[in-house]
């Protein structure tokens, strides 16, 4: 019954059940273990308790783990998608940090590419060496912590206002132009979840209201980008590191817009982007998103690898054009 009454929680959540949040940020094994548990307790009174006691892992298992079952579409010239945060204040604390984000990039090859959290730089020139590498040949567009490049023409580049509690900050958008057609393209940062989820768990001051705020952030954050989208009149593609879960109301405000979810539309698993670095010490949530229109369809979606970054990127085959 808890578990049952948990994935109802995540699937149904609305703004108001701010509480319910926290739980998915909990790592997957804190509710398979004890469903599990609960499983080897009821195996001893027979069929019916042992039937029953399934239902707990398998809630879990595909509701509470966020199990993606999807179907590729066919069609349409392909163009392979990447979004990552690339956390480049870590990158420069090693002296192959670059290197192994440049790497990845390399290794994925991606037609078009949107970054989060690079370090603040003036223009393209000022990218680290292995970076310029790796991006060769593309055009460049950076702003801030973002960075967009593309194989394809890059037109009206610009940041754009999402700013929370005081705090300013942006998204940025560029008309990206592919097979004849342009594409309104975005990618944004959401606020970090990281210190309410500390002040949540005692780890720092104000507990649950801190979580609350923080919270409410990236719901403003969500509602100023959907505004965004919801005036974009072509095809549209909406990605980055949006810090929640895709059943999440800060993402399904977007999803609203008559977005949908690259990976939970083409692929089968969970797609987990963040956690190998963390104390568990592996991926277990998918909150690297990229969301498209439905007039472009989705071939493939994947995590690519752990090793430059905190975050695996998103790597996803969109089928666009005739």
């Known amino acids: 019954m808890a578990a049952i009454v948990l994935a ?11 509480w319910i949040e926290i739980a998915r940020y909990v790592p997957f094994p804190a509710y398979l273990v004890p469903a599990l548990l ?9 069929r019916r308790w042992r039937l029953l006691s399934l239902v707990a892992p398998l809630v879990v298992a595909t509701e509470l783990m966020g199990l993606a079952v999807g179907s590729p579409d066919e069609g349409g010239a392909r163009l392979r998608f990447m979004t990552y945060n690339i956390k ?15 790497w990845e990039i390399a290794s994925q090859d991606p037609d078009v590419i949107v970054m989060q959290d690079g370090q603040s730089l003036e223009s393209a020139d000022a990218l680290p060496a292995p970076m310029k590498a790796a991006l060769k040949g ?4 950076v702003q801030d ?3 967009v490049a593309s194989r394809y023409p890059l037109k009206d580049c610009a940041p754009g206002n999402m700013s929370y509690s005081g705090q300013a900050d942006d998204f940025v958008h560029c008309t990206l132009s592919v097979a004849g057609k342009d594409i309104d393209l975005f990618t944004a940062h959401f606020v970090s979840p990281r210190d309410g989820l500390n002040a949540a768990r005692g780890k720092a001051s104000g507990g649950l209201r801190e979580w609350e705020e923080n919270f409410r952030d990236r719901m403003a ?3 100023q980008l959907a505004a965004a989208v919801a005036r974009a009149r072509g095809p549209v593609i909406v990605a980055g590191d949006l810090n929640a879960d895709e059943r999440s109301p800060v993402v399904r405000r977007l999803l609203a817009t008559g977005l949908r979810d690259a990976y939970s ?12 670095d963390l104390r568990p010490g592996f991926s277990f949530l998918r909150i690297d998103h990229v969301l498209v229109s439905h007039d472009i369809g989705v071939r493939d979606a994947a995590p690519g690898g752990r090793e430059g970054s905190e975050h695996r990127p998103v790597v996803t085959d969109l089928l666009v054009g005739p």
Do not use: N
């Open 8 to 18: 109802l929680g995540f699937r149904f959540g609305s703004e108001q059940m701010w």
């Open 38 to 46: 609960l499983v080897a307790c009821a195996w001893p009174l027979g």
């Open 88 to 102: 480049a204040y870590l990158a420069r604390k090693t002296p192959d940090g670059y290197a192994r984000i440049a």
């Open 138 to 141: 593309r055009h460049l567009y």
């Open 145 to 147: 912590q973002y960075i």
């Open 221 to 223: 954050q969500s509602i």
């Open 265 to 276: 539309s083409a692929a089968i698993g969970y797609g987990y982007t963040l956690g190998h």
